[in-house]
């Protein structure tokens, strides 16, 4: 067959765009070459449906090694019970989940997406706020902080099965114990979704949710630093509170009713060759060089947030505890639409989102979020924060001065080449 050089040609653009661009996207980060590599391998072509040891396919025996071998470094990670690796992103993780433990029209509690939310948290427009009935918790106007007094006289009124904790958009570490005690004052399940700081969770930067929530999903593919995808964990496995139980009459446990939401719940076939690159991302993430990336992580966070404060800018909660940082530009007079817009210009890429009580509706917003798993991982240090910040400042404060972003756009990609993103790949 013909190489399909079109695509092959896209994929060297693509390349090139990551190469010479700064990437502030707080999901985003760049994997190792051999995580890359094993998502392009010929585990792609078996159909594993099921689990290790129990599929419902022949052949299996090598993909039961490797999502075995997931299963356990996970568990390793996060000292913990219980690990589910096939769910094919954090959506699916949390629709997983959801599937679960909850009846449609239940009630479940969440951060509302405007306060720094996600939309699997119970949003109108996805299968959360459809399937179940959706009620939110915000943050607090005067300190942008979670308002757990909100969210506790709602898990009062509205009694939810589920209280989701966690966020794309928020800066802060979470009171966990806090949230279960009203969990279990009400009887809701607490799931805490670290889609976002998994990796600094992952070494002890960020207080951990297993010890209070009942279930943790997450992506790989942010601050874990993994392929695309998501999980499922519990610190310990129980017996289900359904009363389900199997052919034999025994109380089937939690993880019987995870596993079977993932398969055949809600998906098919696993992707046998991203379980084999996660399995190798999380073999980093057990290094003590991956500690010395997420605390670099969390010091590049810190030193962008000052750099910003100096030079005039409202970080939300006024700074930031893990990798990312929610600005409200209202006082620069630039929406996130064009904030994001003409960083673009500059080869600076990050996202518009909304401030919390914002005035703006999500497609223009008041706020930009910027995050550093992504430059860290290509070798930046704090002393390039004020490179990075100055960049963004003086393009947004010359948002309609073409030659000026044209000039600034040269020195973003000059100041990049010193980072050398996949030298291997030529
Ligand atoms: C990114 C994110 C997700 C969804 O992950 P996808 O892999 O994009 O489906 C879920 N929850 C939170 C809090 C997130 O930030």
Request: aromatic residues 8%.
């Amino acid at each position: 067959m013909q190489r399909d050089t079109l695509v092959f040609d896209l994929i060297k653009q693509e390349l090139e765009r990551q190469r010479r661009g700064i990437e502030l996207i707080a999901s985003e980060n760049f994997t190792s070459l051999q995580v890359m590599q094993a998502m392009g391998n010929v585990m792609t072509n078996k159909y594993a449906e099921g689990y290790p040891g129990r599929r419902y396919y022949g052949g299996c025996e090598i993909v039961d090694q490797t999502e075995q071998l997931a299963i356990d470094r996970l568990k390793e990670i996060f000292n913990i019970e219980y690990a589910n690796v096939q769910p094919h992103s954090g959506a699916q993780a949390n629709a997983a989940l959801m599937l679960a433990i909850l009846q449609p029209g239940d009630a479940i509690l969440g951060l509302d997406l405007s306060m720094g939310g996600h939309l699997t948290h119970g949003s109108a427009v996805n299968f959360s706020g459809k399937l179940y009935q959706p009620h939110f918790y915000g943050v607090k106007r005067e300190d942008g902080l979670v308002d757990y007094e909100m969210l506790e006289e709602k898990a009062r009124t509205v009694k939810p099965k589920l209280i989701i904790c966690g966020a794309s958009a928020y800066s802060r570490d979470w009171d966990y114990a806090r949230i279960r005690k009203v969990a279990d004052e009400v009887g809701a399940f607490v799931m805490a979704d670290i889609a976002h700081p998994a990796g600094l969770i992952a070494k002890g930067l960020l207080s951990s949710p297993f010890e209070h929530c009942h279930f943790v999903t997450s992506t790989t593919h942010k601050t874990l630093r993994g392929p695309r995808g998501g999980v499922i964990m519990m610190k310990k496995d129980w017996e289900n509170p359904f009363g389900l139980k199997d052919v034999k009459g025994n109380l089937r446990l939690m993880s019987n009713l995870i596993d079977m939401a993932v398969f055949p719940g809600t998906q098919g076939g696993p992707l046998e060759h991203v379980i084999a690159a996660k399995a190798i991302a999380f073999g980093e993430i057990l290094t003590d060089e991956f500690l010395t990336y997420q605390q670099q992580v969390q010091k590049n966070a810190q030193a962008m947030a000052q750099a910003f404060t100096n030079r005039g800018y409202q970080i939300i909660s006024g700074g930031t505890d893990n990798h990312l940082m929610l600005i409200d530009l209202r006082n620069k007079n630039i929406s996130g639409k064009k904030a994001e817009q003409v960083l673009g210009h500059a080869d600076i890429t990050a996202n518009k989102n909304m401030v919390p009580y914002d005035d703006k509706s999500a497609f223009v917003t008041s706020g930009i979020r910027f995050g550093v798993a992504a430059i860290t991982t290509r070798g930046m240090m704090e002393d390039h924060m004020e490179f990075v910040v100055n960049a963004i400042d003086t393009t947004l404060m010359s948002a309609d001065d073409e030659n000026k972003l044209k000039e600034i756009k040269k020195q973003v990609n000059e100041f990049m080449s010193q980072f050398v993103l996949y030298p291997e790949m030529g």
